[in-house]
C-alpha cells in the first residue's frame, strides 16, 4: 500500500459505498493507520492508496484514531476559519483553506456499527479534507486560480528536484 499523488486520475473519482464490513475493510483500515504514521500525516482517504471506497481514517495528536466508513455531513456551522492545509497526495505544498469551524457527520466503525460526531477546531477541518477525497475533490480546488495555480508550480518544482536526486 502506497500513497498516490497528484496526477493520477484516480485521485478524482469519486468512491463508491462500503457494503462489506469484514476482516479485508479492518486490514485496510488498519494499514492506512500506519501508513498514515509513517508519513506523520493525521488523514488519509481510501481513493489516497487506490482503493475506491467511501472510508478514511483519520489520528490527531492527543486523540485516539478514527475510521469512518460512508460517512456524511449532516451540518456545517455558517461560521469559517482559514488554516494552513497539506496533503500526502501533494507532498511538500501547504495553502490556507476556508473551511466551516464545526461539522457533524454520521458515519460507520470498521465494526459497521453507526455513529453520529459533533467536530470543531482540527478535527473537524481534517473531516471535511478526507471526505473531500471520497468526492474527487482536492484541497487545492477550494483556492483561487491564480493561488491553485502558484501551489501546482511549486509542486512541479518539488517533483522535478526529487527525480533528479
Not at 80 to 105: D, F, H, N, Y
Not at 116 to 134: K, N
Request: charged residues 30%; glycine residues 6%.
Amino acid at each position: 500500500m502506497q500513497v498516490i499523488t497528484l496526477g493520477d486520475d484516480v485521485l478524482r473519482q469519486k468512491a463508491t459505498a462500503v457494503k462489506k464490513f469484514d476482516d479485508e475493510l479492518r486490514r485496510n483500515c488498519a494499514d492506512m493507520l500506519d501508513l498514515l504514521h509513517k508519513h506523520k500525516g493525521i488523514g488519509l482517504a481510501a481513493p489516497q492508496v487506490g482503493l475506491m471506497q467511501r472510508f478514511f481514517v483519520i489520528h490527531i495528536e492527543n486523540d485516539v484514531p478514527r475510521i469512518f466508513i460512508n460517512p456524511s455531513v449532516i451540518s456545517t456551522s455558517e461560521e469559517t476559519a482559514p488554516l494552513e492545509e497539506g496533503c500526502l497526495s501533494l507532498p511538500g505544498v501547504w495553502a490556507e483553506v476556508v473551511r466551516s469551524k464545526k461539522i457533524m457527520v454520521q458515519a460507520w466503525n470498521e465494526s459497521g456499527k453507526t455513529f453520529t460526531l459533533e467536530a470543531s477546531g482540527i478535527l473537524a477541518r481534517c473531516i471535511l479534507h478526507e471526505y473531500d477525497h471520497l468526492e474527487g475533490v482536492l484541497f487545492i480546488d477550494r483556492l483561487s486560480d491564480f493561488k491553485r495555480q502558484r501551489l501546482l508550480d511549486k509542486y512541479e518544482k518539488i517533483k522535478n528536484k526529487k527525480k533528479k536526486c
